[in-house]
């Protein structure tokens, strides 16, 4: 009787532990799909938004002649570009110029008209244990997200001015990978610097984004701000920074850095924050 006993109570002991790994099994995967849904949920209103018709009128200007080569350069394909899906994968760090790099891959959704993206990305911080990000600009409004296991949130940021600029910055920055919304019919204003430099301007909603783009053989070599806002603690401050572009390829008629690397510039020196390589790109115009 007494084994018999035992037996059933290491029976029970084997079920509850079976329940409990399962249970953790689990955890992963409900953390995707709640994620996933999520993002689908956004990036359709990020596209519905952008079906919506809106007036693009065709400003007459003359553009400083870095900028008419850059076009020239990049663009076999003149179409406007409408709608844009990247794919990438690279590094990048959460902390200061010590803290170590974390692997991570992301399917960018861009759109142009209006200005509008969602950056979705899956970060390892440590092996099997995927933190997710969410990084949104969407009707004027910035948002950031970050949850472990895509089920545990970690922290979040809601729309603020300084975090609405500095998403508007950053789709700016990044319209090296969809050209045409850089040209002065989306709204973008060029102003030139010298003969390998010039200043672009994109007002949205109640957001102002100015960047410097440095020039170099037709090719957009590098970004700058003067003053970017940065999440610092619980508010944010206007910190230097710096977008690098490189290794230029052609993909479906334009020609975009398929390499960049994210500098913000501290008091105490550099910070690497991101590096990333472009594997796919979709046009849709």
């Known amino acids: 009787m007494r084994a018999i006993v035992h037996g059933m109570r290491v029976d029970r002991l084997l079920s509850g532990v079976g329940a409990v790994v399962a249970g953790a099994a689990l955890v992963p995967?409900?953390?995707?799909?709640?994620?996933?849904?999520?993002?689908?949920r956004r990036v359709q209103a990020l596209h519905e938004l952008a079906d919506r018709p809106q007036r693009r009128e065709r400003t007459p200007t003359d553009l400083p002649e870095p900028v008419a080569d850059y076009f020239d350069t990049v663009l076999e394909d003149e179409r406007p570009i409408g709608r844009v899906r990247l794919s990438q994968v690279?590094?990048?760090?959460t902390g200061d110029a010590s803290s170590p790099w974390r692997p991570f891959t992301a399917t960018h959704h861009v759109t142009t008209n209006p200005p509008g993206f969602l950056w979705d990305a899956r970060v390892e911080f440590v092996p099997f244990v995927?933190?997710?990000?969410?990084?949104?600009?969407c009707g004027g409004d910035g948002a950031g997200e970050v949850a472990l296991f895509g089920l545990l949130s970690l922290?979040?940021?809601?729309?603020?001015?300084e975090l609405n600029e500095a998403e508007l910055m950053r789709y700016l920055a990044e319209a090296v990978w969809y050209p045409t919304a850089l040209r002065p019919e989306t709204g973008v204003e060029w102003t030139a610097v010298d003969a390998e430099t010039a200043e672009a301007t994109l007002e949205h909603g109640g957001a102002s984004a100015t960047l410097t783009f440095t020039f170099e053989d037709g090719l957009v070599?590098?970004?700058h701000a003067d003053a970017r806002y940065r999440s610092v603690d619980d508010g944010f401050e206007p910190t230097p920074w710096t977008g690098r572009w490189d290794d230029y390829e052609l993909r479906h008629g334009v020609r975009v850095p398929t390499t960049g690397d994210v500098i913000w510039h501290l008091d105490d020196g550099d910070l690497h924050a991101w590096r990333g390589r472009l594997r796919h790109v979709e046009y849709h115009r």
């Not at 995967?29 to 689908?40: A, Q």
């Not at 690279?90 to 760090?93: F, H, P």
Request: a positive charge; glycine letters at 8%; aromatic letters at 14%.
């Open 90 to 93: 690279g590094k990048l760090r």
């Open 221 to 223: 070599r590098r970004v």
């Open 155 to 161: 922290g979040a940021s809601e729309a603020s001015p």
């Open 130 to 137: 995927p933190v997710r990000v969410r990084d949104t600009y």
């Open 29 to 40: 995967y409900l953390g995707y799909r709640k994620w996933s849904w999520e993002t689908e």
